[in-house]
């Protein structure tokens, strides 16, 4: 039968599934927003609007209505489906690119004793329960093996996408202890969908495949082998060549999607499910740093406020309590379930060097069964193997640990305290303001002068640090000539003057053993500025520009250049005499202003990558602190600060740089002075030998003049000993 022939999705079909979506969205939101109100997580909010939304309340109390709305018909079931199924996948990729696969590897000894211990225990309780049950509860008294393994994996499973939701709603993926619960959940879904495709198989042909399992397992490994050394390599190079040469806005979201698509297709061929695959991906998006943080931004907005509310709304629709005979065996079953689960993982804390609670509480994260136990009960049930009881039984499970797992974990981890490390991964990321992590892409734009000579010596360690490439840029201005234009074409004139070879070269061999990240551009253009900014559009993260020839920026190109920049720019003039090839000896001085932040920022960046020493500097304008005017002249020389004041400004300059500083590894010093003219004591110290590198933090100030960044940064600049760095951060 030809495509043509294939008849469309009726009308009424569609109006129903727009209206079951909207309905659903709608409710999750209210219900959600109520939940949070309560302190509680937005994902019970979204799974309570399933159950309110489905047999339970609405089918009971108005099965009319629930009748016209969810209409028992396959087919319109499969649509709901489909985007309920989208809404894990897409889920799944998040809680990838959430999680820090760094930390994960650190973490994992107490991840795989509690994924051993979590699965073994469960599964044994499990197993015996399926063993004892009376016959009235086996869909077939001949299959009471088959039934006992279902059963026990039903125990044994945990969702990893409910999992990850709580673990996003309780702002734990980036503490130690949800790394680990993340872990263990990742290998348990593993294991428990091998497990049940095995069970599904003697299930269906009616004896073991050892030839079936042998082949998940291979392609499995397969699949893994090819998404590290192939896919991530290849994704890598891709989505840099997108983001540098496609002007479609989204082009690379679309290239995220495809590829998590592909890659949870993927593995649900091979027999393990698709969110497996999406995971995996995410996990590869995460390393990968020519990736947006736009475009991730973008993903999560997009998900957690339009799929994923469906697919855990989903979840609760299928819950129908009312089907159950008495409670006795619900509570059975369901005491067995969380008590399995707790012990195991308990033990499996423990025994990886958890401590007391950090071990209960991955117990209590792990009880969370969510839509993984839903898909299991649906296949027990479409296998024959669940009586309409057991299934409810099943379903009620998942979605009381699913309840039962964020209100408990959420009061055990107010006893587990925060280390020093979560607390820096635990800063909002606004706290940075220059760079992603992972790989830099800098642009020097340069015409061979000394400033920009200065400028690669700064910005070569960075780039070798941080295995990044560094673009040098020359423009070839076209003019056309005055006689005869077009006959005789355009004339070429270059800004680079004749030493552009020798300068280049020298910046070649300020990256040392990696010239090969030294990439050189020659751009043919009218007009300097346009092809810089063009240059500067294709991904990069940094640019350094050296500082015009008399003033800082003021009448030339640089100020147009800077001004209409959208992401951090570095301008440097270097001192007088010889340049060196890395500054040793770095000084900022702070205002407490963003901007002394930024540079504060940027010098630790620079000082790990070259292993320098930081200094910060902090002058005490004393004379409009004793007159609250103008400096005086018996005021304007600098001095020690006293003790006691000196040692308070260098604790609270100590602690609100404590997580930069840290993240990249310095231990700067502190220097407190006291002064009538800070800007005067500034460039003192610049000359006093003690510094090669001043770094200042600016604010662009549009004035009369192209670009200006106070008077007190110009003079600093111009007045400067040693080779002057001025940080521009872009703040949107």
């Known amino acids: 039968m030809g495509s043509a022939t294939v008849p469309p999705i009726s009308g009424h079909d569609l109006q129903i599934l727009l209206l079951q979506i909207a309905g659903l969205m709608f409710l999750c939101r209210l219900l959600a927003e109520v939940m949070r109100r309560l302190g509680q997580p937005a994902v019970i909010g979204e799974l309570l609007a399933g159950i309110v939304l489905g047999p339970t309340i609405l089918?009971?109390?108005?099965?009319?209505?629930?009748?016209?709305?969810?209409?028992?018909?396959t087919s319109q079931f499969h649509l709901l489906e489909v985007i309920s199924t989208l809404g894990m996948i897409?889920?799944?990729?998040?809680?990838?690119?959430?999680?820090?696969?760094?930390?994960?590897?650190?973490?994992?000894?107490?991840?795989?004793?509690?994924?051993?211990?979590?699965?073994?225990?469960?599964?044994?309780?499990?197993?015996?329960?399926?063993?004892?049950?009376?016959?009235?509860?086996?869909?077939?008294?001949?299959?009471?093996?088959?039934?006992?393994?279902?059963?026990?994996?039903?125990?044994?499973?945990?969702?990893?996408?409910?999992?990850?939701k709580i673990l996003i709603d309780l702002n734990l993926m980036k503490r130690n202890l949800g790394v680990v619960i993340l872990s263990a959940g990742v290998v348990d879904d593993t294991v428990g969908w091998l497990v049940l495709s095995v069970i599904a198989g003697i299930a269906t042909a009616g004896s073991f495949s050892a030839g079936s399992l042998a082949f998940t397992f291979v392609a499995l490994a397969v699949f893994l082998a090819v998404m590290r050394w192939l896919v991530y390599p290849g994704f890598t190079r891709t989505i840099g060549w997108v983001?540098?040469?496609?002007?479609?806005?989204?082009?690379?979201?679309?290239?995220?999607?495809?590829?998590?698509?592909l890659c949870a297709a993927t593995t649900e061929a091979i027999g393990v499910h698709a969110v497996f695959g999406a995971f995996v991906f995410g996990l590869l998006v995460r390393q990968i740093p020519r990736v947006r943080a736009t475009t991730l931004q973008t993903i999560e907005t997009f998900v957690l406020a339009s799929l994923s509310p469906v697919f855990f709304a989903f979840v609760g629709l299928k819950v129908d309590l009312w089907s159950?005979?008495?409670?006795?065996?619900?509570?059975?079953?369901?005491?067995?379930?969380?008590?399995?689960?707790l012990v195991g993982c308990y033990v499996g804390g423990r025994?990886?060097?958890?401590?007391?609670?950090?071990?209960?509480?991955?117990?209590?994260?792990?009880?969370?069964?969510?839509?993984?136990?839903?898909?299991?009960?649906?296949i027990g049930l479409s296998l024959g193997l669940l009586t309409q009881e057991m299934y409810s039984i099943v379903v009620m499970i998942a979605v009381i640990t699913s309840f039962m797992a964020p209100l408990f974990l959420r009061m055990v981890m107010k006893r587990v305290p925060v280390t020093d490390e979560e607390r820096r991964r635990l800063e909002p990321g606004d706290r940075t303001l220059m760079l992603p992590t992972g790989a830099v892409r800098v642009l020097v734009p340069t015409a061979g002068g000394r400033n920009a000579t200065a400028a690669f010596a700064l910005a070569a360690p960075?780039?070798?640090?941080?295995?990044?490439?560094?673009?040098?840029?020359?423009?070839?201005?076209?003019?056309?000539?005055?006689?005869?234009?077009?006959?005789?074409?355009?004339?070429?004139?270059?800004?680079?003057?004749?030493?552009?070879?020798?300068?280049?070269?020298?910046?070649?061999?300020?990256?040392?053993?990696?010239?090969?990240?030294?990439v050189v551009r020659r751009v043919r253009a009218s007009s300097p500025t346009t092809a810089i900014l063009d240059e500067a559009a294709r991904d990069y993260d940094l640019v350094f520009i050296g500082a015009a020839p008399r003033h800082l920026v003021s009448r030339s190109f640089v100020g147009d250049v800077v001004t209409?920049?959208?992401?951090?720019?570095?301008?440097?003039?270097?001192?007088?005499?010889?340049?060196?090839?890395?500054?040793?000896?770095?000084?900022?001085?702070?205002?407490?202003?963003?901007?002394?932040?930024?540079?504060?920022?940027?010098?630790?960046?620079?000082?790990?990558?070259?292993?320098?020493?930081?200094?910060?500097?902090?002058?005490?304008?004393?004379?409009?602190?004793?007159?609250?005017?103008?400096?005086?002249?018996?005021?304007?020389?600098?001095?020690?600060v006293a003790e006691f004041e000196a040692e308070t400004l260098e604790n609270r300059i100590r602690s609100d740089l404590a997580t930069l500083a840290a993240s990249a590894g310095v231990d700067p010093r502190v220097r407190i002075l006291a002064s009538g003219d800070p800007a005067a004591t500034i460039i003192e110290q610049s000359h006093a030998g003690h510094y090669d590198l001043l770094v200042l933090g600016a604010e662009n100030k549009l004035l009369a003049q192209p670009l200006f960044f106070g008077q007190g940064t110009a003079s600093i600049v111009e007045r400067a000993g040693c080779t002057t760095a001025v940080v521009v951060p872009h703040l949107t």
Request: aromatic share 6%.
């Open 462 to 518: 960075i780039v070798r640090a941080h295995d990044g490439t560094l673009t040098a840029m020359y423009v070839d201005s076209e003019r056309p000539r005055l006689l005869w234009p077009r006959l005789r074409g355009t004339r070429t004139s270059s800004m680079a003057g004749h030493g552009i070879d020798d300068h280049l070269a020298n910046a070649a061999e300020l990256l040392k053993d990696q010239q090969k990240r030294l």
């Open 90 to 164: 897409f889920l799944l990729l998040l809680t990838g690119i959430e999680t820090d696969v760094r930390v994960m590897r650190r973490l994992g000894r107490p991840a795989l004793m509690a994924s051993v211990f979590g699965i073994t225990i469960p599964f044994g309780m499990g197993l015996v329960l399926g063993l004892l049950l009376p016959d009235r509860y086996l869909a077939n008294t001949g299959q009471r093996a088959i039934f006992a393994a279902f059963i026990a994996t039903a125990m044994a499973i945990s969702a990893m996408p409910v999992i990850a």
């Open 243 to 261: 983001n540098r040469n496609v002007p479609l806005v989204g082009a690379d979201l679309t290239l995220i999607l495809v590829f998590t698509l």
């Open 564 to 640: 209409k920049l959208r992401m951090p720019v570095v301008i440097v003039r270097g001192a007088d005499g010889t340049l060196p090839d890395a500054y040793e000896r770095v000084f900022v001085p702070l205002d407490g202003s963003v901007f002394s932040r930024a540079a504060a920022e940027f010098a630790f960046l620079y000082a790990a990558s070259a292993q320098a020493q930081v200094t910060l500097l902090h002058v005490v304008n004393e004379a409009r602190v004793t007159t609250g005017a103008l400096a005086v002249p018996e005021l304007r020389a600098s001095h020690a």
């Open 351 to 378: 025994l990886g060097a958890l401590g007391r609670w950090e071990s209960l509480a991955l117990g209590i994260g792990m009880n969370a069964r969510g839509a993984m136990e839903l898909i299991v009960a649906l």
């Open 59 to 73: 089918g009971h109390y108005a099965p009319g209505l629930f009748i016209s709305i969810f209409p028992q018909r």
């Open 324 to 341: 159950l005979s008495g409670w006795q065996l619900p509570a059975l079953v369901l005491g067995i379930a969380v008590t399995g689960k």
